[in-house]
């Protein structure tokens, strides 16, 4: 089974310093890689995918990922980052079952901008 | 509106007792994917369907746990003889068809609560 893991659980940052929160994946083949954000009570959103290509994809509010397979990481990264990035990410890797896919989720990461 | 809608947001029942959780994908997605997130936790997956027919059910912890979406649209998560444990954030997601490479769309979950 495919699988990504979050090493950090907390990433504590101040407003305007670069974001970077970590993930690592485990698969065999091509990965196809996620990012989602969790804001409090609120369901997951995404924010960007690397299938293929090229290895900066960039998402939503800012957000860009690079893919290095040599590291197997996909590392989420924001140049500079606000108080509402606060939030729960977690990362996630398409996962091939028998009749399609899901998506198998590491254990998340609290990233919390102090202003 | 036009995204993943789930009834009831909260439920609160006593341990023993049934439980159904209502999930109401976005229009024209056949994948429609159950997943349960405890605190703390990133998102568990539970079972996905493909039109009508439950194509991967591996993740049920048990055979309390049942689903099912007779017309291929609405899928209710159907928990019996509930227990603490099955306290959780149950989520819905839905996307275009389980073999596409795309992102998957979360509603804002039923929060469970077994006393």
């Known amino acids: 089974a495919q699988s990504v893991a979050q090493p950090e659980d907390q990433v504590n940052v101040a407003e305007g310093n670069p974001l970077t929160v970590k993930c690592t994946y485990s698969v065999s083949g091509n990965p196809y890689l996620f990012w989602y954000v969790q804001y409090p009570n609120r369901g997951l959103q995404f924010l960007l995918k690397?299938?293929?290509?090229?290895?900066l994809v960039k998402g939503s509010y800012g957000f860009e990922a690079e893919f290095n397979k040599s590291q197997t990481s996909f590392h989420l990264k924001k140049p500079s980052a606000l108080v509402s990035d606060s939030a729960l990410y977690f990362c996630a890797v398409r996962d091939i079952t028998r009749l399609g896919y899901k998506l198998s989720f590491g254990a998340g990461t609290t990233v919390t901008v102090r202003a | 509106g036009a995204g993943v809608s789930q009834t009831p947001s909260n439920k609160v029942t006593e341990k023993g007792k049934y439980v159904e959780l209502r999930c109401d994908p976005i229009?024209?997605?056949?994948?429609l994917y159950w997943y349960r997130q405890s605190l703390g936790q990133g998102p568990e997956f539970l079972i996905y369907f493909q039109g009508t027919g439950a194509a991967d059910d591996s993740g049920l912890p048990n055979d309390r746990f049942f689903a099912v979406r007779p017309e291929g649209s609405v899928s209710t998560l159907k928990i019996q003889r509930t227990e603490r444990g099955d306290s959780a954030v149950y989520l819905c997601a839905s996307s275009l068809t389980s073999t596409h490479t795309g992102e998957l769309f979360f509603g804002e979950g039923s929060r469970l609560t077994v006393l």
């Open positions: 690397y299938i293929t290509g090229d290895n």
């Open positions: 229009s024209g997605h056949t994948a």
